[in-house]
């Protein structure tokens, strides 16, 4: 699960910029895999080879065409994707509940009882495969090209940032999900815009001044709104819903997500959830995450 609501909040506070892609030219732009294979598949969505829950048929060309569209502007693209997933204390494991094969069986129904344009509409929402079973074929297009790609030990965003901040530059910028900004990183290329030519980013320091936090509290932030690694801090899960802006007042409040935690362990939520070891473990997580070294070597980061 991303970042709880921060989308939602940065759009409201306008926070991400736009220029011209030639800004990124003779850059090596370092891509978050998943996210960018997660935005092509919504683009390539096929009913027919959903039916059989096979790749897009599209998704090769799509592809091929953002290389494409990545060299025409003199960008040399180093995709980078997830590894091992990090391990959860909650007795699931590495897997999640796969409706598909429902979703897929119900298109079936309507395909026999002979409404078809309901049975492709049930099958291209279906998420034919799964992300992670795609990026096998995704890597063999990538190479089929000569694209630069590589599997991180863990995260693809802890690696980003360390490829990101050492002093070699193996890249220069970064094109991932908002998630990237609890490692660091002082800019994050968001989105590209094909048509127009463009790309969306957001500057860390334009969202401190506007949050009014330090760079110190922006992970504690983002872990109490809640991420892949830790539940939403339960004190903010008010009657009316979750606001990201409730995370960013109780930070700046409490100056450290730890203070608030202790200064509201009576909360009923937060002692059932032993919140306090499941923050210090998505801190950690964040902190001293596993990567792969230019040197071949894999450690942690701030070590």
């Not at 959860?88 to 129904?109: C, I, L, N, S, T």
């Not at 026999?112 to 096998?136: F, K, M, Y």
């Not at 030990?153 to 901040?165: E, H, N, R, V």
Request: neutral net charge.
């Amino acid at each position: 699960m991303p970042i709880r609501n921060i989308d939602v909040f940065f759009r409201e506070l306008k926070l991400t910029q736009e220029a011209r892609i030639g800004v990124l030219a003779e850059t090596r732009l370092g891509i978050e895999g998943h996210n960018w294979l997660r935005q092509l598949m919504l683009n390539t969505r096929d009913g027919e080879p959903a039916a059989m829950g096979g790749v897009p048929l599209a998704l090769e060309a799509e592809i091929v065409k953002e290389l494409h569209f990545f060299q025409s502007n003199n960008i040399t693209p180093i995709f980078v994707f997830n590894g091992l997933p990090v391990a959860r204390r909650d007795g699931r494991g590495f897997v999640k509940d796969d409706h598909r094969p429902a979703y897929r069986h119900a298109a079936w129904e309507q395909y026999w009882q002979g409404h078809t344009e309901q049975a492709l509409r049930g099958w291209s929402t279906s998420s034919p495969q799964a992300l992670a079973d795609t990026v096998p074929f995704v890597m063999q297009v990538l190479q089929a090209h000569g694209a630069e790609f590589m599997r991180a030990p863990y995260s693809s965003w802890a690696q980003l940032a360390y490829m990101y901040q050492h002093e070699s530059q193996p890249i220069h910028a970064v094109y991932s999900s908002l998630e990237m900004l609890m490692f660091d990183v002082d800019r994050v290329v968001t989105s590209v815009n094909h048509s127009r030519a463009t790309f969306g980013w957001i500057q860390r320091d334009n969202m401190l001044g506007k949050c009014g936090i330090t760079a110190d509290q922006v992970l504690d932030m983002c872990i109490l709104a809640g991420c892949d690694w830790c539940p939403t801090f339960p004190p903010l899960l008010g009657d009316i819903g979750f606001s990201f802006k409730s995370a960013v007042d109780v930070t700046r409040q409490y100056r450290s997500g730890f203070n608030a935690i202790q200064a509201m362990a009576d909360h009923p939520g937060v002692r059932a959830a032993n919140y306090s070891d499941s923050f210090l473990r998505a801190y950690c997580t964040v902190k001293y995450h596993i990567v792969l070294r230019l040197d071949g070597s894999v450690g942690p980061l701030n070590a």
